[in-house]
């Protein structure tokens, strides 16, 4: 209820400002809340697969450079939102373990109101935004696939999320630049699902000799 709400919140405040009231844009409304809601449910397993002081903070942090790099607003939030990771970064790392899960809930929240406001309506910069959330998203997922990654070492996990961020960033500096959707749709296909299998492979390997 809460992931709903937080949708629903994202999607009032940037209504006018991204024209999600438009008919063309309905699809983004409707994108927004969907990811509110498997962010709710993904950001607490990468609290628990990244219990390293600050390596969730890093992740939304490269969430929130891959918005930075495609959206076209960057000036009304942007600085803001960097300093909140900051601040989250610098508490986890000089107190020596993780802030609440929550915090980062919200850190996560903030970077996708950030891409859906700074799109400005643009079909490519939405569509860059949405994908910049996969640094969050990719290492969930390949858990999904292969559970016995979750009691691999933390470093996999860590080369997983980079894969993500790195193609998050991609598609953010090519097709997500685009004036049209039909790049950046392009570029997330390629730069997703090579990402994905990437991440696959290293899953796979580095999780081989554990027990079931």
Do not use: N
Request: net charge positive; with cysteine.
């Amino acid at each position: 209820m809460l992931a709903l709400t937080a949708g629903l919140l994202i999607v009032a405040a940037c209504w006018r400002t991204s024209r999600l009231h438009e008919p063309s844009h309905l699809w983004a409304a409707a994108t927004t809340i969907v990811l509110a809601l498997v962010m709710t449910e993904a950001v607490p397993k990468l609290w628990r697969l990244l219990p390293t002081p600050g390596a969730l903070a890093i992740v939304i942090a490269s969430s929130a450079a891959a918005v930075f790099a495609c959206v076209p607003e960057t000036s009304d939030q942007m600085g803001d939102l960097a300093l909140v990771i900051m601040v989250g970064f610098v508490l986890e790392v000089f107190r020596r373990r993780q802030l609440p899960v929550w915090w980062h809930l919200g850190t996560g929240g903030l970077v996708l109101w950030s891409g859906v406001y700074g799109a400005y309506g643009r079909q490519s910069a939405l569509i860059g935004a949405f994908f910049a959330q996969w640094p969050v998203l990719i290492v969930p997922l390949v858990l999904l696939v292969r559970p016995r990654m979750g009691r691999a070492r933390e470093a996999l996990r860590w080369l997983i999320a980079a894969f993500g961020a790195v193609a998050a960033i991609l598609v953010a500096r090519t097709g997500a630049l685009q004036p049209t959707a039909t790049p950046a749709l392009t570029s997330v296909a390629v730069w997703g699902a090579a990402s994905l299998i990437a991440a696959l492979i290293a899953a796979l390997a580095g999780s081989r000799s554990i027990a079931v």
